[in-house]
């Protein structure tokens, strides 16, 4: 059982950055893809990013890309998304989930392990 927890959300002028961080532990986490989500108010949870086992491989939702970028440090336990130029269109409550399995996965039933989340709030 791998249990997951985010951190670094908070509210954040247009314009700003965020950097979200995901600790794991309870698991083996070189053994995990691991996945960012997010759900705004209202909306249906959507992908936003996944990185591979490695970390070598990684992918973003187009609506993001050049501003978001997932990492892992597999040393520490954790992912993290950095979030740059972040935009109205971008608050939500965003989670860090995890599925055993070398490559990522956009599906949110693909991922057996959920944090809690952590809330975004961006604001002109």
């Known amino acids: 059982q791998v249990q997951l927890e985010e951190s670094g959300g908070g509210s954040v002028q247009a314009g700003g950055s965020l950097r979200l961080s995901c600790a794991a532990s309870?698991?083996?986490?070189?053994?995990?893809?691991m996945g960012w989500f997010r759900q705004a108010p209202g909306k249906e949870r959507e992908f936003v990013a996944a990185v591979s086992r490695s970390g070598s491989f990684s992918n973003v939702i187009d609506s993001v890309k050049g501003r978001f970028t997932i990492s892992r440090d597999n040393a520490k336990n954790t992912v993290n998304l950095n979030m740059n130029s972040l935009e109205p269109e971008d608050t939500a409550m965003y989670y860090c989930?995890?599925?055993?399995?070398?490559?990522?996965?956009?599906?949110?039933?693909?991922?057996?392990?959920w944090g809690q989340g952590t809330q975004v709030i961006v604001i002109v």
């Open positions: 989930a995890a599925r055993n399995s070398v490559v990522w996965s956009p599906r949110s039933y693909d991922y057996e392990s």
């Open positions: 309870g698991g083996t986490f070189g053994t995990l893809s």
